[in-house]
């Protein structure tokens, strides 16, 4: 089955910094990619999503890249705020089968002020 | 539209209790979901429900039971509650066609004693 791999566990960054996090998964057949941002106490609410017949997409302060060769894929929040401060996942889901997405364990990402 | 609606949001059980964790979509989504969230090991998938009538066993299902009563209901129940079933509960949906997001509910926050 597919294995995803989410970098780093923990973030740190003062207000203004770019934050980057990682994932990798391992089933070729993978073509969706949604992150997840989840606020203490709160549901995970999709941020952003990528397919793969698009190597970047871009909404206003967040970006995510696919490279399908190396089976990996990132998110970007460039000048960070406070308010980014939350736990993001990462998910792949494979097409042609029961469409499971399998998550990454998360990144807590704390931005200070 | 309300979305993904859980009940209830918080629960005590005591050890050997059962109790059933309600979920219904608004959305007229096919695919249905319950994970559980535990601190550092990312969202866990239960059990799942491709489309009305079928459902599927996902990662950690031991201990629990679903019921996919119609479109629009997904139901988890724990039998025989046991301490280790400590945790927050997520219901989400899907359009199902493997490239769609998961819209998820509030979360059910239980304590098992």
């Known amino acids: 089955g597919e294995n995803v791999e989410q970098h780093p566990s923990t973030l740190s960054v003062q207000e203004g910094d770019s934050a980057v996090i990682k994932c990798t998964y391992s089933?070729?057949?993978?073509?969706?990619f949604p992150w997840y941002k989840q606020e203490l106490g709160k549901r995970p609410q999709l941020i952003i999503d990528i397919r793969s017949n698009v190597g970047e997409k871009k909404d206003q302060r967040i970006a995510v890249t696919l490279n399908k060769t190396a089976k990996h894929f990132s998110l970007h929040i460039t000048e960070t705020q406070p308010e980014d401060s939350a736990v993001y996942f990462c998910a792949a889901t494979a097409s042609g089968g029961s469409y499971i997405p399998t998550f990454g364990r998360g990144t807590s990402l704390i931005v200070h002020p | 539209n309300a979305g993904v609606t859980q009940t209830p949001k918080f629960q005590v059980l005591k050890t050997g209790q059962s109790m059933t964790l309600q979920c219904a979509q608004d959305m007229n989504h096919n695919s249905m979901y319950w994970y559980r969230q535990d601190p550092g090991m990312g969202l866990r998938l239960i059990y799942y429900?491709?489309?009305?009538?079928?459902?599927d066993k996902g990662e950690v299902p031991n201990g629990y039971n679903v019921s996919r009563l119609n479109k629009r209901e997904f139901s988890l129940r724990l039998e025989s509650a046991a301490p280790s079933q400590t945790s927050v509960y997520f219901c989400?949906?899907?359009?199902?066609?493997?490239?769609?997001?998961?819209?998820f509910g509030d979360g059910t926050r239980l304590s098992i004693l």
């Open positions: 429900s491709a489309s009305e009538g079928t459902t």
């Open positions: 989400a949906s899907s359009g199902g066609t493997g490239n769609q997001p998961q819209h």
């Open positions: 089933d070729s057949a993978s073509n969706y």
